[in-house]
C-alpha cells in the first residue's frame, strides 16, 4: 500500500546534525500529521495541519519544526536533537477536518540520535 | 487530560480462540473511536471506527468492536483467531471538540500459536 509514503525510512544522526523528514500522501486528504511512537509508549502527537495550516502544536520541543508546503507534502527538521528524541516517527493524513475522519499512516522513519 | 487505556500488553492464544481486547478511554464529551493493526513489520492499518450510529460496528478480518457509552469503552472483539491475526493492537480515541488530536492507547501485542 503507498497512500502514505516516507522517506528516509531508517535515519541515523548525531546531535550536532540537521536532517529532514518527507512525508508524502497521495490518497487527495487536506489534513496531515506527525506522530512519535518510542518504544514501550503510546503514540504521541506532535503536530497537526488542516489545509496547510498548522492546527496542532503539541507542546514540543523546538528542535522540531514542521514545513507543510501543499496539501500533499509534509516535512519535519530536525536539528541539535537528544539521544531521547530516537524513535519511530510517523506520518498519517485525512481528509479535513482533522479528527472527523480516519487517518492513514505511513511506514515511518526510525530515527537514532547518537 | 484525556486517556486511553489498553488492559493488556501481551496476549498470547492458540488458533481458534475468542478475542477480546480490552479499550477504556476517559472523556465525557462525543467521541470517535478507532482500533488500529500493525502486523509485523508493517505500518498501522485501520481495522474499524465508530462515529455515531450502531454500537457494534463490524471491521475487516472478522474483527468487531462494541461501544459501551456508560462505560466509557470500546472492546474489540473476534470470535476466532487465526495464526495471521499476530499483530499489535492500537485503540484511540478522537475527542470531537479536540479537533485533530488523536490519543493512543499503548497497545496490546498479540501472539496467535499455530
Known amino acids: 500500500e503507498t497512500g502514505v509514503t516516507q522517506t528516509p525510512r531508517h535515519l541515523v544522526m548525531g546531535m550536532t546534525n540537521k536532517k529532514s523528514l518527507k512525508c508524502e500522501q497521495h490518497?487527495?486528504?487536506?489534513?496531515m500529521y506527525w506522530y512519535k511512537q518510542s518504544a514501550k509508549k503510546p503514540l504521541e502527537l506532535m503536530f497537526v495541519?488542516?489545509?496547510?495550516?498548522?492546527?496542532e502544536n503539541n507542546s514540543v520541543p523546538s528542535r522540531f519544526s514542521p514545513e507543510c508546503p501543499n496539501s500533499s507534502h509534509l516535512f519535519l527538521h530536525l536539528h541539535t536533537l537528544q539521544p531521547e528524541d530516537s524513535a519511530l516517527y510517523l506520518c498519517?493524513?485525512?481528509?479535513?477536518?482533522?479528527?472527523?475522519?480516519?487517518?492513514?499512516f505511513g511506514p515511518g522513519t526510525r530515527l537514532t540520535v547518537t | 487530560a484525556q486517556s486511553v487505556s489498553q488492559h493488556n500488553h501481551h496476549v498470547i492464544l492458540s488458533e481458534a480462540a475468542s478475542l477480546e481486547l480490552g479499550c477504556n478511554y476517559s472523556?465525557?464529551?462525543?467521541?470517535?473511536l478507532f482500533w488500529y493493526v500493525q502486523y509485523p513489520g508493517q505500518h498501522l492499518q485501520l481495522l474499524l471506527k465508530?462515529?455515531?450510529?450502531?454500537?457494534l460496528v463490524k471491521g475487516i478480518k472478522g474483527f468487531e468492536a462494541e461501544f459501551i457509552k456508560s462505560k466509557f469503552s470500546f472492546n474489540l472483539r473476534k470470535p476466532s483467531v487465526q495464526w495471521s491475526d499476530t499483530a499489535e493492537y492500537f485503540c484511540?480515541?478522537?475527542?470531537?471538540?479536540?479537533?485533530?488530536?488523536?490519543?493512543f492507547g499503548q497497545g496490546t501485542e498479540l501472539s496467535v500459536k499455530p
Open positions: 498519517a493524513s485525512s481528509q479535513a477536518p482533522p479528527g472527523a475522519y480516519e487517518q492513514y
Open positions: 472523556y465525557g464529551g462525543t467521541v470517535n
Open positions: 484511540a480515541v478522537n475527542a470531537r471538540n479536540q479537533g485533530g488530536k488523536l490519543i
Open positions: 495541519y488542516s489545509l496547510e495550516e498548522r492546527v
Open positions: 490518497l487527495g486528504h487536506n489534513a
Open positions: 465508530y462515529f455515531s450510529g450502531d454500537p
